[in-house]
């Protein structure tokens, strides 16, 4: 059985920083796209971030030049740098994966920014 540990979320003040985790445990065939979505209060989820297994990136136009997003292939676990946090980041926020057969979400891990 998959699943995704999500850790980092937290309380940070406007201009801080929170790097979040998002570790895959269980057996997971060919893991193509890892990724970050959130979705805020009232809100459609939405992508954040995601990168391939050559570790090809693109974020939202919000985030870009302030977040960035990696990959550990070998851990099975992808990160989520956040920089010059904002108040509408705030949200929570959900790892995502896509294999060759399926995709998997994690539980989500709320981030507050206050201004």
């Known amino acids: 059985q998959v699943q995704l540990v999500e850790s980092g979320g937290g309380l940070v003040q406007a201009g801080g920083s929170l790097r979040l985790s998002c570790a895959a445990s269980?057996?997971?065939?060919?893991?193509?796209?890892m990724g970050w979505y959130r979705q805020a209060p009232g809100k459609q989820r939405e992508l954040v971030a995601r990168i391939t297994s050559t570790g090809i990136t693109n974020y939202a136009d919000s985030v870009k030049g302030r977040f960035a997003i990696s990959r550990d292939n070998a851990k099975n676990t992808v990160y989520l740098q956040m920089n010059s946090l904002k108040p509408e980041d705030t949200a929570v926020y959900y790892c995502?994966?896509?294999?060759?057969?399926?995709?998997?979400w994690g539980q989500g891990t709320e981030v507050t920014v206050s201004s």
């Open positions: 269980g057996s997971i065939f060919r893991v193509n796209v």
């Open positions: 995502n994966v896509v294999s060759v057969l399926t995709q998997y």
